[in-house]
Nanobody
Framework: QVQLVESGGGLVHPGGSLRLSCAAS????????MGWYRQAPGKQRELVAG???????NYAASVKGRFTISRDNAKNTVYLQMSSLKPEDTAVYYC??????????????WGQGTQVTVSS
């Protein structure tokens, strides 16, 4: 069993910064792709940023240049550094990880979500 625990959300003013963390724990033999998604009220969940096991990254056009995704494989943790935050970034942010067991099977897990609110 695997759990993803997120932290770092909160309330910030426009132009501010936040750093989200997502730590995986449990029966983990390896981690494949990881990513951050967000869901705003009345909107569908969307990919914000993704990172492969080799460190290759991709970003939604709306956050490119402002957000940075990174990972620490030794800590089974993925981060999302968010800068120049805008009100439209307000959403619940979810961490996703693909966990690989010793037999090569892959399982997808989601974090519980952390609220990010950008407001004056």
């Amino acid at each position: 069993q695997v759990q993803l625990v997120e932290s770092g959300g909160g309330l910030v003013h426009p132009g501010g910064s936040l750093r989200l963390s997502c730590a995986a724990s449990g029966s983990i033999f390896g981690l494949d792709d990881m990513g951050w998604y967000r869901q705003a009220p009345g909107k569908q969940r969307e990919l914000v940023a993704g990172i492969t096991s080799d460190g290759s990254t991709n970003y939604a056009a709306s956050v490119k240049g402002r957000f940075t995704i990174s990972r620490d494989n030794a800590k089974n943790t993925v981060y999302l550094q968010m800068s120049s935050l805008k009100p439209e970034d307000t959403a619940v942010y979810y961490c996703k990880a693909v966990v690989v067991n010793e037999h090569g099977y892959k399982y997808q897990y989601w974090g519980q979500g952390t609220q990010v609110t950008v407001s004056s």
